[in-house]
Antibody
Framework: QVQLVQSGAEVKKPGASVKVSCKASGYTFTSYYMHWVRQAPGQGLEWMGIINPSGGSTSYAQKFQGRVTMTRDTSTSTVYMELSSLRSEDTAVYYC??????????????WGQGTTVTVSS | QSVLTQPPSVSGAPGQRVTISCTGSSSNIGAGYDVHWYQQLPGTAPKLLIYGNSNRPSGVPDRFSGSKSGTSASLAITGLQAEDEADYYCQSYDSSLSVLFGGGTKLTVL
């Protein structure tokens, strides 16, 4: 079955970086874009960016420009999201979510289970 | 503050009909970009409920329906059930090259 499995919870100190992985299975990895979305405790969903697993091109939300890097490894069908210069406000659950098609405009039909990132000194 | 505006909360009794609005602008919903809706049960990942304004993925009950007009969209839930109690989010795309989410609406089944 189609699924996205994310890496485990992380605890980081302010100023550090975190890299979250999302392994896809059950479908052709390069045929669907992948989004990253985060949710701070008690807050709503926030879009971080998107990656095209086929060519590796990315587009990031302006808020995260310069701090986020999304990459992929087609040999393992895995996408990665690295966020640097962490601060307490980055404490959140981070989700990868598959776009229904190759593009930005579509719904997100498959979601990972989420990865909790806690930033604390 | 989200660019897509949703009411923070709505409520209804079992069996009733509720609607959740999602108001955007001429650079997103009004520009013709599709609206999608998600349901998030407590402690779980969001689930796609409606895509392309009014389409239901396989397995989503027909009690859920979506519509779009001008710069707004709506999610309607008929025959409200206790299991529908959740947070609901709308999502669209903006001409500023950004995917947008609404702020979310908490549905309480009375």
């Amino acid at each position: 079955q189609v699924q996205l499995v994310q890496s485990g919870a992380e605890v980081k100190k302010p100023g550090a970086s975190v890299k979250v992985s999302c392994k896809a299975s059950g479908y052709t990895f390069t045929s669907y874009y992948m989004h990253w979305v985060r949710q701070a405790p008690g807050q709503g969903l926030e879009w971080m960016g998107i990656i095209n697993p086929s060519g590796g091109s990315t587009s990031y939300a302006q808020k995260f420009q310069g701090r986020v890097t999304m990459t992929r490894d087609t040999s393992t069908s895995t996408v990665y999201m690295e966020l640097s210069s962490l601060r307490s406000e980055d404490t959140a659950v981070y989700y990868c979510a598959r776009s229904q098609h190759l593009g930005y405009y579509y719904g997100m039909d498959v979601w990972g289970q989420g990865t909790t990132v806690t930033v604390s000194s | 503050q989200s660019v897509l505006t949703q009411p923070p909360s709505v409520s209804g009794a079992p069996g009733q009909r509720v609607t959740i609005s999602c108001t955007g602008s001429s650079s997103n919903i009004g520009a013709g970009y599709d609206v999608h809706w998600y349901q998030q049960l407590p402690g779980t990942a969001p689930k796609l409920l409606i895509y392309g304004n009014s389409n239901r993925p396989s397995g989503v009950p027909d009690r859920f329906s979506g519509s779009k007009s001008g710069t707004s969209a709506s999610l309607a839930i008929t025959g409200l059930q206790a299991e529908d109690e959740a947070d609901y989010y709308c999502q669209s795309y903006d001409s500023s090259l950004s995917v947008l989410f609404g702020g979310g609406t908490k549905l309480t089944v009375l």
